[in-house]
């Protein structure tokens, strides 16, 4: 009989089970921006719900946004032959990739939230 071994994956990973044979499967966790994006909902329309599938496409659109801020950071740092990922590489990357206003209203929030978070 061949030893209970504890093998993982991307997915899902065995844990062994008290009685020794038996195992049982935990799934790995899905992160989501739901919690945020049902917040920020709340703040502004009270009243107003959303559907998974909107959810869904929300998270997608998050997801998309922090890829590409990230990615033309990066690109940034390295154009500048720089090691170290700063606010101002983030700002530049936010006035590169979002609209005007759009643009002005992000920086403003990042700045907001950055100074709110380094004066605790």
């Not at 799934?27 to 921006?33: D, G, L, P, S």
């Not at 700045?111 to 380094?118: L, M, N, S």
């Amino acid at each position: 009989m061949p030893a209970n071994k504890s093998v993982g994956s991307k997915a899902s990973k065995t844990v062994k089970a008290a009685s020794g044979e038996k195992t049982r499967r935990t799934k790995k966790r899905q992160e989501t921006f739901a919690i945020y994006i049902y917040k920020v909902l709340k703040q502004v329309h009270a009243d107003i719900g959303i559907s998974k599938k909107a959810m869904s496409i929300m998270n997608s659109f998050i997801n998309d946004s922090f890829d590409r801020i990230a990615l033309e950071s990066s690109k940034l740092v390295r154009f500048n032959k720089r090691k170290t990922l700063s606010s101002r590489e983030i700002q530049t990357s936010v006035k590169l990739l979002l609209p005007g206003e759009l643009a002005r209203h992000a920086i403003s929030e990042g700045t907001k939230a950055v100074t709110k978070f380094t004066s605790q």
